[in-house]
């Protein structure tokens, strides 16, 4: 059985590490519980939060993510011809409403990866 690609285990939210455990308690459809992570993975142990403070740096990754999202609905909107603030404003929120646990988690796994400093070791089953 092949590996998975590192780009493979972050849009799963897998494991830097052994790219197999859950980074993530919960699936994404649980809207509520989607947010809590586990403290260690647990296929391998690996300690997800490296240091105190770690996902501090995700705010970056999130605020990349967030800005994309009001660029693409304000310009969406604009090109459709909406003229009220009032629906800018509204499907602006509502969309963040919507996509927060979405933004949150894969900021913090695209920090993970990247920046956790993290190699995959592929002898851990």
Not at 61 to 66: D, P
Request: include cysteine.
């Amino acid at each position: 059985m092949q590996s998975k690609t590192g780009v493979q285990a972050a849009l799963e939210g897998k494991c830097p590490k052994c790219r197999k455990g859950d980074i993530f308690k919960f699936p994404l459809v649980r809207y509520i519980k989607a947010t809590e992570m586990n403290e260690t993975c647990p296929n391998c142990g690996l300690r997800f939060q490296i240091e105190p403070g770690f996902f501090f740096g995700a705010m970056y990754v999130s605020y990349v993510f967030t800005v994309g999202l009001l660029l693409i609905s304000g310009l969406s909107l604009y090109l459709i011809g909406v003229e009220s603030i009032w629906i800018y404003i509204s499907t602006v929120f509502l969309l963040l409403l919507i996509f927060l646990p979405l933004i949150f988690r894969y900021s913090r796994i695209i920090f993970l990866h990247v920046f956790g400093g993290v190699r995959y070791d592929s002898t851990v089953s």
